[in-house]
Each structure stands twice: as structure tokens, then as C-alpha cells.
């Protein structure tokens, strides 16, 4: 069965660092998305992105965030200089379509330690 | 932000007998719920989902009913297996609003008791 997958499970970072995670949604997929799961929390939505642009984005999503789609396989997600309470499970998900009623297939998630 | 509440952190359960999770929601414009379990470690993993059309929707051992009057959801596991021991994740979205994003509750984890 198709998954999506990420990498790295786990990336621990000293803030002010740029890191990047990476995503490969499931192929057939044209809908893209970035959730977080800080300690304790909820999962956040933070971006969407459909044709090699943002569709939607949170508050959380301010301008150390940026996402690209490098190539036909890949999806990441940059955060330029990493804080603290970025710290969180970093999830990728994707969908066949949205506007309508369609599923999001999530990764297993990057884990996210900004020290 | 409380759009999406699962007021019951845990649940615990005998195997072979009904689960009940439940989920509550304020947005008027949520029209398409989902139900998501997940592993620790794991990424949330989908289940099955509701359109707001509809009251009711099975998949096998699962069922999702919707009351739009009450903004009540709940997810009916039977029978319960100590495979379903998970935390389970209620979702929504404005869909045909246009907007793609899920909003999610806190979970509710549950307890299958062999």
C-alpha cells in the first residue's frame, strides 16, 4: 500500500539553525500538507500547497517557514532559524484532492529537538 | 482555539465489547469529519471519515454517526480488539468552503483489556 514517508525520524538542531525536513507524499497525490504536534498538544495545521504554491497557511506559518517541491518526488519543509519552541513532531501529509471530501494520508513524522 | 473537542482524554475497554469516542465541534462550516488513530511514534493514521450529508457511515468494524443539530460526532468500534489500543484523533474541515486544512481534537486514548 502507498505511504507517505520522511526523513529524517528524528533531527536535533541548535537554535538559530536552519533545518530542513523532507517528504515523499504518495505519488499519485496533487495535495500537499504540513501539520505539528508540539508535547501535549494538538496536531496544527501549519501549510497546504497545490501547484508548486502555498493554498493555505496558519498563523504559525510566519517567515522562518518556507515549502518547496524541488522535484516530481520530493516535498520539504525549511525552517531558516530554528527557536526553542519549534521543537515538535513534524508531520507530512497528502491527498488525492481537496476542495471536496478527501482523505490526508500522514508520514510517521520527524521529530523535531531544538537545544 | 477549541473547535474540535474530545473531552474524554481515555477510555478503557473490555475486548469484544463497543467503544464509544466521542467529539464535539463549534464551526458551522465544518462539513467533512475524519477519525484518525494513532501509534506512539507513529504518524496519525486515517480511519474513515463522514461528509456532513450523511448521518451515518460503516466500515467494517467502524462506524462514524453525525449529529449536525448537536455538533456530535462518535466513532463505535465493535467489537473491540486489544489491537485498537491507540489514541484516537477526531477531525474536521470546511471543505467546501475551500479550505483544505484539518482541524484536530486532543484525542482520546484508548484501552482495549484482553
Known amino acids: 500500500e502507498p505511504e507517505v514517508t520522511q526523513t529524517p525520524s528524528h533531527q536535533v538542531t541548535q537554535m538559530g539553525q536552519e533545518v530542513i525536513l523532507r517528504c515523499v507524499p504518495i505519488?499519485?497525490?496533487?495535495?500537499f500538507y504540513w501539520y505539528r504536534q508540539i508535547l501535549g498538544q494538538k496536531v496544527e495545521f501549519l501549510v497546504s500547497f497545490y501547484n508548486n504554491e502555498i493554498s493555505e497557511k496558519s498563523e504559525i506559518f510566519d517567515d522562518q517557514f518556507s515549502v518547496e517541491r524541488p522535484d516530481g518526488s520530493n516535498f520539504t519543509l525549511k525552517i531558516r532559524s530554528t527557536k526553542l519552541e519549534d521543537s515538535a513532531m513534524y508531520f507530512c501529509?497528502?491527498?488525492?484532492?481537496?476542495?471536496?471530501?478527501?482523505?490526508?494520508?500522514f508520514g510517521p513524522g520527524t521529530r523535531l529537538t531544538v537545544t | 482555539d477549541q473547535q474540535v473537542k474530545q473531552n474524554s482524554p481515555s477510555l478503557s475497554v473490555q475486548e469484544g465489547r463497543i467503544s464509544i469516542l466521542n467529539c464535539d465541534y463549534t464551526n458551522s462550516m465544518f462539513d467533512y469529519f475524519l477519525w484518525y488513530k494513532k501509534y506512539p511514534a507513529e504518524g496519525p493514521t486515517f480511519l474513515i471519515s463522514?461528509?456532513?450529508?450523511?448521518d451515518k457511515n460503516e466500515d467494517g468494524r467502524f462506524t462514524v454517526f453525525l449529529n449536525k443539530s448537536a455538533k456530535h460526532l462518535s466513532l463505535h468500534i465493535v467489537p473491540s480488539q486489544p489491537g485498537d489500543s491507540a489514541v484516537y484523533f477526531c477531525a474536521a474541515s470546511a471543505a467546501q468552503g475551500g479550505s483544505e486544512k484539518l482541524v484536530f481534537g486532543k484525542g482520546t486514548k484508548l484501552t482495549v483489556n484482553p
Open positions: 501529509a497528502s491527498s488525492e484532492w481537496a476542495g471536496g471530501p478527501y482523505e490526508q494520508y
Open positions: 463522514i461528509s456532513s450529508i450523511k
Open positions: 505519488s499519485n497525490h496533487l495535495y
